[in-house]
C-alpha cells in the first residue's frame, strides 16, 4: 500500500470530506422540510424515538471499534499485513457483538411496552444494527479513503431522496421515512462489505488474537456509552417522560444543530488519521501544527454559525419544519451554543489526546458530561419538556469541554497545551458584532421568511467575512491565499 502523507493529500481528502458534508446538509435540509409537513410531529418523534433507541444497541455491538479501528488503521496503513490481521480481528469482535446485540433487540421489542406498539418500525429502524457492522466503516476512515466515501454516499442519498418524495405522502407514512433514513444513512456500507479484497488479504483464524484488542476496545467502549447517553438520552427519555410530540418538537431543533455540527466537524474528521499518522512516526511539529490550524478554523465556523442560528432561530424553525413546529424555537435557541463547545471538543479529544494515546482523559471527560446530563434532564424533561432536555445537552458539552481543557493543560509539552494560540478571539467578536447588528433588523421586515433568512445570511456571513479579511485575521488571511493560488492558476 502506498503512503500516503503529502499536504496535497490531506488538501484533496478535506475537499471530499467537504462534499460529504454538503450533501449531509442537502440531505436533510430538502428533506426535512418535507418530511415534517407530510407526517407532522408525532411521525417525526415516533422515527427519531426508533433511531435513538438503535443507536443504543449499536454502540454495543460496535464495543468502542469504530475511534480504535481508525487510529490503527491510520497507524498500519503502510503495512498490508497487519492491517489486514488488525482489520479482521476488529471485524471479529465487531460481529459478535452484533449477534448479541441483534438478539437483545429482538427481545426488548416483546418486553417494553412502547417498543410493542410498533413493532414494524422498531424492526425497519433495527436493520441498521447488521448494515452497521458489514460496514467497517472504521477501516475507510483510518486509510483516508475520502473520495470513495464521498462518491459512494452521494449515490445512495439520491436514492434515497427519490424514495422518499415516491413513498412518503401522507401522515401514516412515517415507516417509509424510517427506510429512507436508514438507506441513506447506512445502505451504503453494504458496498464496504464488497469492497475490503482491496485493502486486505485473507487471515486465518488460528493466526488471529482477539485478546490484545480488548483493552483499549473497552476503553473506546466506555467512551462511546458515555457520548451516546448524553447525545441520545435526551430523545429517548422525552420519548418516555413526554411523548412523541416533544420528541418531534425537540428533533426539529437537533435537526439544524446536527447539520451545523456536522459542518465544523468534518474536517476533524479528515485530520485525525493524519494526525494518527504524525504521532506513530514522531512528527510532533507537524502535529501541532495541524492541531492548531484545525482549532482556529472551528473557532472561525463554529461561533458565527451559532450566533446567526440563535438569532434566527424562529425563522430557521418555520423555513425547515412548518407552522406546527413553533415549540421547537426556544429548545433550538437552547442548543445551538453546543456547535461551538462540539467543535472544540472534536479537536481537543479526538485529534490531540486520542492521537497521543490518551483515552482515559477522553473517557474522564464524557463520563462527566453524561453525568450531568441524566442529572438535568431528570430535574428539567418533566416541567420543560424539549427545553429542558436541550439544556441537559448544552450544560453536558460545556462539563466536557471544561474538563478536556484541565487535561490538556497537564500534558508536559507546551506545543500541545497552547492550542488557543492561533486564535484571536478580539477580532472573532468584533467582526461577530458588527455582523449581528448589520442583520437583526431583518426580524422585523414583512418579506417571506426564506427571502429573510436569505438576505439576512449574505449580510450576516458576507460583513462577518470581510470584516476578518480587513483587519487580517490570520486563518482568513491564508484561506485567501489558498483560494487565490488555486484559481490564479492558467492550468
Known amino acids: 500500500m502506498t503512503q ?153 442519498k439520491v436514492i434515497a431522496l427519490i424514495l422518499m418524495f415516491v413513498t412518503v405522502r401522507t401522515v401514516t407514512d412515517y415507516r417509509m421515512y424510517s427506510v429512507v433514513t436508514v438507506l441513506s444513512g447506512y445502505g451504503s456500507f453494504v458496498l464496504n462489505f464488497m469492497r475490503i479484497r482491496k485493502y486486505t488479504d485473507p487471515v486465518s483464524l488460528k493466526d488471529m488474537d482477539l485478546k490484545r484488542h480488548m483493552k483499549p476496545v473497552l476503553t473506546f467502549f466506555a467512551m462511546s456509552v458515555a457520548t451516546t447517553v448524553y447525545l441520545s438520552l435526551d430523545t429517548v427519555m422525552l420519548g418516555f417522560m413526554k411523548g412523541d410530540d416533544e420528541v418531534g418538537y425537540y428533533n426539529a431543533a437537533v435537526r439544524i444543530k446536527s447539520v451545523l455540527t456536522a459542518m465544523v466537524t468534518s474536517l476533524g474528521a479528515v485530520v ?46 418555520r423555513l425547515l419544519s412548518g407552522t406546527l413546529y413553533g415549540a421547537s424555537v426556544v429548545p433550538m435557541q437552547i442548543i445551538m451554543p453546543t456547535v461551538f463547545f462540539i467543535g472544540m471538543t472534536n479537536i481537543i479529544g479526538v485529534q490531540m489526546l486520542l492521537s497521543l494515546g490518551r483515552e482515559m482523559d477522553v473517557l474522564y471527560a464524557e463520563i462527566a458530561g453524561a453525568v450531568v446530563d441524566v442529572v438535568i434532564n431528570l430535574m428539567l424533561i418533566p416541567g420543560y419538556g424539549a427545553a429542558g432536555a436541550a439544556a441537559g445537552t448544552l450544560a453536558a458539552e460545556i462539563v466536557v469541554w471544561i474538563v478536556m481543557l484541565i487535561e490538556v493543560s497537564k500534558l508536559k509539552d507546551d506545543v500541545y497545551r497552547h492550542i488557543y494560540s492561533n486564535v484571536h478571539a478580539g477580532k472573532i467578536l468584533i467582526a461577530l458584532a458588527v455582523a449581528s447588528a448589520a442583520a437583526v433588523g431583518l426580524k422585523f421586515a414583512d418579506l417571506n421568511v426564506a427571502v429573510i433568512l436569505v438576505l439576512s445570511a449574505v449580510i450576516f456571513f458576507g460583513i462577518y467575512g470581510m470584516l476578518l479579511m480587513i483587519i487580517k485575521e490570520p486563518g482568513v488571511t491564508e484561506l485567501k491565499s489558498l483560494v487565490s493560488a488555486r484559481f490564479g492558476r492558467k492550468d
Open 4 to 156: 500516503v502523507s503529502s499536504a496535497r493529500s490531506i488538501k484533496k481528502n478535506a475537499f471530499m470530506n467537504a462534499v460529504l458534508t454538503a450533501s449531509g446538509l442537502l440531505f436533510p435540509l430538502i428533506t426535512f422540510p418535507y418530511v415534517s409537513r407530510v407526517i407532522e410531529p408525532g411521525g417525526t418523534g415516533k422515527v427519531s424515538f426508533a433511531a435513538s433507541v438503535v443507536s443504543y444497541f449499536i454502540m454495543f455491538s460496535e464495543l468502542g471499534i469504530p475511534i480504535y479501528g481508525i487510529r490503527e488503521c491510520a497507524r498500519l496503513r503502510d503495512d498490508r499485513q497487519a492491517l489486514s490481521k488488525t482489520v479482521q480481528e476488529l471485524f471479529l469482535i465487531n460481529l459478535i457483538m452484533c449477534m448479541f446485540s441483534c438478539m437483545a433487540f429482538i427481545i426488548s421489542l416483546f418486553l417494553v411496552p412502547k417498543f410493542a406498539q410498533d413493532k414494524p418500525l422498531f424492526l425497519i429502524a433495527g436493520t441498521a444494527l447488521i448494515l452497521n457492522c458489514m460496514g467497517m466503516e472504521w477501516m475507510y476512515k483510518g486509510l483516508e479513503e475520502y473520495s470513495y466515501i464521498t462518491v459512494r454516499s452521494l449515490i445512495f
Open 272 to 317: 485525525f488519521p493524519r494526525s494518527a499518522y504524525y504521532i506513530e512516526n514522531g512528527k510532533k511539529e507537524e502535529f501541532a501544527g495541524l492541531t492548531h490550524k484545525a482549532m482556529n478554523l472551528v473557532c472561525l465556523v463554529s461561533i458565527p454559525l451559532a450566533v446567526y442560528f440563535c438569532i434566527f432561530a424562529k425563522e430557521g424553525i
